[in-house]
């Protein structure tokens, strides 16, 4: 069982609506990181937090460090959002990485 | 673009052939990575170097050879691979080696081994 699980693998929205993609983790961590693959592989870091809430534009990403849960959720989703999203758990001085979930966003 | 600069994007090679992936990266970071993504699982650690030492090694092969030169250089040396090493390989920097610093990552060298 890998020790960080996302949910769901696959989600395809239409343009405008509210996305929620979870992680959830079963180890202790120092960051949690959201990163974005499009595809032909480059990976953009997201965010990377500790605690709390981070918004950046239309993306936010929340934890719950007592859950050992976060949750990226996109604002009027467009089509280029369309990725794959990751999240990675750091603990140990290595990142843990989630298998990723797809998002489609059709116009 | 993140700043981190891998080279080829895309790389054939039969199971005898010799070849190096390369990275660089022109942000000051300290630390380096290489990282492993196959088909359907999730990115998987290789290397760590912090300071040009390598601090971690995460059980890869001996047919994948790390070398970091300076701490904006860092290579990964393939010989005699295997179809199932067939991948995307990462290559990625963070300020320090800490998992509480943002990571940054390349474009990734698509990898065929034939």
């Known amino acids: 069982k890998n020790e960080v699980e996302q949910s769901p693998q696959n989600l395809t929205a239409q343009e405008g609506e509210f996305i929620t993609i979870n992680c959830s983790y079963s180890?202790?961590?120092?960051?949690l990181h959201w990163l974005q693959q499009h595809p032909g592989g480059g990976i953009v870091s997201l965010f990377m937090?500790?605690?709390g809430k981070k918004k950046h534009g239309r993306l936010i990403a929340t934890i719950n460090i007592q859950e050992k849960h976060s949750s990226l959720h996109i604002t009027a989703s467009h089509p280029r959002d369309s990725a794959v999203y990751i999240c990675a758990v750091g603990s140990n001085y290595k990142l843990t990485f989630g298998k990723g979930t797809l998002l489609t966003v059709n116009p | 673009e993140t700043g981190v600069t891998q080279t080829p994007r895309h790389l054939v090679m039969g199971m005898t052939n010799k070849k190096s992936l390369k990275c660089e990266q022109h942000?000051?970071?300290?630390?380096m990575y290489w990282y492993k993504q196959s088909a359907k699982k999730p990115l998987e650690l290789m290397f760590v170097?912090?300071?040009?030492?390598?601090?971690e090694n995460n059980s890869v092969p001996s047919r994948f050879s790390p070398e970091c030169p300076n701490s904006s250089h860092l290579f990964l040396h393939l010989h005699t691979l295997q179809p199932e090493d067939s991948a995307l390989y990462l290559c990625?920097?963070?300020?320090?080696?800490?998992?509480?610093?943002?990571?940054?990552f390349g474009q990734g060298t698509r990898l065929t081994v034939v």
């Open positions: 990625a920097s963070s300020q320090e080696w800490q998992m509480n610093t943002e990571a940054f």
């Open positions: 937090l500790s605690s």
């Open positions: 180890v202790g961590i120092s960051a």
């Open positions: 170097y912090n300071f040009k030492e390598q601090t």
């Open positions: 942000l000051g970071h300290n630390a």
